[in-house]
């Protein structure tokens, strides 16, 4: 006498999909908890200054006759344009972070010389600044 074929339990591909789009979306909205407070906050101050920075290449390049200017000096940020300083100037840029002391002054072209602007307590993490200007997080 022949047995009955043993029906066989298994998931479907429907519940398969559920459950790793569940998964993705919990390491979606953990994953950014277990990051370095101190890393969060040197990338926001990064961007600010490179904020400032392209804001400062943008100022020179808009009046030809006048070089923009922008200083790290202590934590403090300052943006000048032909030596005097604009208003909301200078800017603090916080205790939690330390960044690198730099001056850099734009032309009518937009050019500076290169600099790198260094982050601490976060080795590794900084602000560079083409000649030609252009400012990025490397």
Known sequence: MRKPPVKQAAFSLVELLVVITVIGILIAVA?????????????????????????????????????ASVTINSNQLSVAQDGSALNNYPKSLGNAVTVSDIALTYNSLGSTTAGQIDFSPNPGFAVCVESTGYARLC
């Open 31 to 67: 994953a950014p908890r277990f990051t370095n407070e101190d890393t969060i906050e040197a990338r926001a101050l990064a961007s600010q200054i490179i904020g400032e920075l392209r804001f400062a290449q943008q100022l020179a390049m808009n009046n030809t006759e006048k070089l």
